[in-house]
């Protein structure tokens, strides 16, 4: 069944990211027709969604510990999954 294209080419960048034959320039391609800035303004994030992501018990200490754990290279996450909740209950 081939990818179903909205016009925005992300089928098309699922089949090439699949298939292994995705490259950086059409990557930039791609972001550049789904993600839009301002006129003349930049992309930021909200100092809080950062947050999430870099503090102690954020969702990139999460990420690690998953992936460690899906490695068989650490123990089960779930200690850091709940931790990582109750630092942020919004994401709930």
Same mark, same amino acid.
């Given at each position: =069944? @081939?990818?179903? $294209?909205?016009? $925005?080419?992300?089928?098309?960048?699922? @089949?090439?990211?699949?298939?292994? /034959?995705?490259?950086?320039?059409?990557?930039?391609?791609?972001?550049?027709? *789904? *993600?839009?800035? @301002?006129?003349?303004?930049? +992309?930021?994030?909200? %100092?809080?969604?950062? =947050?999430?992501?870099?503090? !102690?018990?954020? !969702?990139?200490? +999460?990420? @690690?510990?998953c992936?460690?754990?899906?490695?068989?290279?650490g123990? $089960?996450?779930?200690?850091?999954?709940? /931790?990582?909740?109750?630092?942020? %209950?919004?994401?709930?």
């Amino acid at each position: =069944m @081939a990818p179903v $294209d909205a016009g $925005d080419g992300y089928g098309a960048n699922l @089949a090439d990211i699949r298939s292994g /034959t995705w490259s950086q320039a059409a990557g930039a391609r791609f972001f550049a027709a *789904v *993600v839009k800035s @301002a006129p003349g303004g930049a +992309v930021r994030p909200s %100092p809080g969604a950062s =947050m999430r992501y870099h503090a !102690l018990n954020g !969702l990139l200490a +999460v990420y @690690a510990a998953c992936e460690q754990f899906t490695l068989g290279l650490g123990p $089960d996450p779930e200690e850091k999954i709940q /931790t990582f909740r109750a630092a942020f %209950p919004e994401q709930r």
